[in-house]
């Protein structure tokens, strides 16, 4: 049923001290550099030497130089190096592959963690020097270069494999309720495009668990064709929701609805037939009726739109981008759309930056979507910032997780100094730690992004990815409940 423009304004006006509420609890603003305040900019000397009391405040005190020029950590904290493109080697004995993306995390056997991860190749093999290998019956395309490997962690051993290769772009993906990993592919390459044999564009399943259920990769194509980033599932209702990392025109956000009678479970999206279910992309209007035609529109957090879904006329976009599809008026549009985790009922979801391509400049939004109220709520805005090379002010967010400690914890994808950073349940941030692997030059340093933040099973350890030139860490340290800021 429509959630009509009457019916969000009536209910927005009903409860409009909540909508009040909202809006003013979040501590970020929207002016230049205005978010460079932490909690360790008021701790004074001792903090800089390290020497933090207890970490009173928002976060875990100052990010000490890491020496061994990788990774700066608070105090008290500490890294392990899991993966390392080039490095280490897969069960096979090929090279771990590079540009390491989004990640998520599963119980394993005898007290393991499974870890899914994505490597982000595009294009053909011969441009990239470690692909993911074509290992027999794991192939979707053999012309592509990416595909996922899963990671085996224990105490004192790591294995790593294939899950799935001849896929292209594996950016960020998502986890499922029931166990397995959605990779989603950021191109929209078809056969006889870029080198490849077979269209791309596609979400694949695959599982951590059970190496055959792998073979013969088939593309869910239910889900659509377009540049995807994330995916997450209701649980409840089995919506499946993705977002679009796109512009000229900017991407949208879409939810997939199962066939009726449909049920999930491991292995069964890829027996649905290419056009089961229903793909629409969302649409908002504000509390007073009025239609949003782009999120950079929204420069206050706790802001509260409503949404509506409007079908997708061609889902394999077999002759225009299902973004292309629709005309000014119809949805609502968003520079950046990427990460995206589902936590409190709902959907976390990402939209990077906006600049000269949308209505209104910023350095990054973190909205929540409520799937009961269909309401789409700011939570974290991030001001244009600067300065990107100087330290200190956070810009450009892209894959995200919630944590078990509270708030959200972001990894950076930003201009200059990269950072995995967090935010509490009212907007304030904090550092946990910054890249300084310089894959530049002396005089013209360069950070590559954080990628595939994700918690263990049991919340004792932090992953992430370096994308470049691909490496996973493992963070352990004194994780503490974050106070709401």
Known sequence: MSLTRRDFARTSALTGAGVALAGSVGALATAPNALAATDTDAQGPA??????????????????PDPKGILALPAGFSYRIITHSGKTKLESGEFTPSNHDGTATFDGPRGATLLVNNH????????????VPLTEGLVYDPAASGGCTVVEVRRDHVAEWVG???????????????????????????????????????????????????????????????????????????????????????????????????????????TLA???????????????????????????????????????????????????????????RARKLEGMWWADGGAYIVSSYAREESPVQHDGQVWFYDPGRRTLTLKVLLGVNPDPAKDGAFD?????????????????????????????????????ARNELNIGTEQEPEYSEFTGVTFSPDGTTL???????????????????????
């Open 164 to 270: 799935i290769a001849g896929t292209s772009t594996n950016c960020a993906g998502g986890s499922t309720p029931w166990g397995t990993w959605l990779t989603c592919e950021e191109t929209e390459d078809k056969a006889g495009q870029n080198g490849m044999t077979k269209d791309h564009g596609y979400v694949f399943e695959v599982d951590p668990a059970d190496r055959r259920a792998n073979r013969d990769p088939k593309p869910i194509k239910a889900l659509g064709r377009y540049a995807h980033e994330a995916v997450v599932v209701d649980p409840k209702r089995g919506h499946l929701y993705l977002t679009e990392d796109a512009s000229g025109p900017n991407g949208l956000l879409y939810r997939w609805t199962p066939p009726h009678g449909f049920r999930h479970g491991r292995g069964r999206l890829r």
């Open 274 to 332: 290419d056009d089961a279910g229903v793909l629409q992309a969302f649409k908002c209007f504000d509390s007073g009726g009025r239609f949003v035609d782009d999120l950079s529109r929204a420069t206050r957090t706790g802001t509260v739109y409503g949404v509506d879904w409007v079908d997708v006329p061609d889902r394999d976009a077999r002759t225009t981008s299902v973004r292309k599809q629709f005309q000014d008026g119809q949805v609502t």
């Open 396 to 432: 450009g967010p892209d894959n995200i997780t919630v944590s078990p400690y509270g708030g959200l914890v972001i990894a950076e994808d930003g201009e200059g100094v990269q950072h995995l950073f967090g935010a509490t349940e009212s907007g304030r941030t904090y550092p946990i």
């Open 120 to 131: 982000e190749l595009k294009g053909p093999r011969a441009d990239w020097k470690y692909p």
């Open 463 to 485: 992953f992430a990815n370096i994308q470049e030139p691909g490496i996973m860490l493992a963070i352990t340290g004194p994780w503490k409940r974050q106070k709401r800021g």
């Open 47 to 64: 903090a800089a030497n390290g020497h933090a009391r207890g970490h009173e405040g928002v976060g875990y005190g100052p990010l000490l």
